[in-house]
């Protein structure tokens, strides 16, 4: 796992996802860098995390701080490999 700091204006907002008997909980949010040449991340916070994000608003400009997860999968029908990488938030902060 590996700690990021990105600081940038937040441009999309997701809905609110459960999934499974036990009420796991997902939101993603799309932030868009403050440089030269923008680029544009995803970033997911799960569980009581999800919390962070109810006063968000498109346009704030902030810092989050989130962790670079890997997971393997293989397709059950294809038996293709592959590896998915998130970013998972989990501190946010005025700029």
């Avoid at 680029?39 to 995390?49: C, L, P, T």
């Amino acid at each position: 796992m590996s700690k990021n700091v990105i600081a940038g204006q937040i441009t999309q907002i997701g809905d609110l996802e459960i999934f499974g008997e036990n009420g796991f909980q997902k939101k993603e949010i799309i932030i868009k860098t403050i440089a030269e040449i923008p680029q544009f991340y995803v970033i997911e916070f799960i569980a009581s995390n999800v919390v962070m994000l109810q006063d968000l608003q498109v346009g704030d400009v902030k810092k989050i701080t989130a962790n670079l997860n890997g997971r393997e999968y293989t397709n059950p029908d294809t038996g293709k490999y592959s590896v998915f990488m998130s970013l998972r938030g989990w501190k946010i902060e005025a700029v």
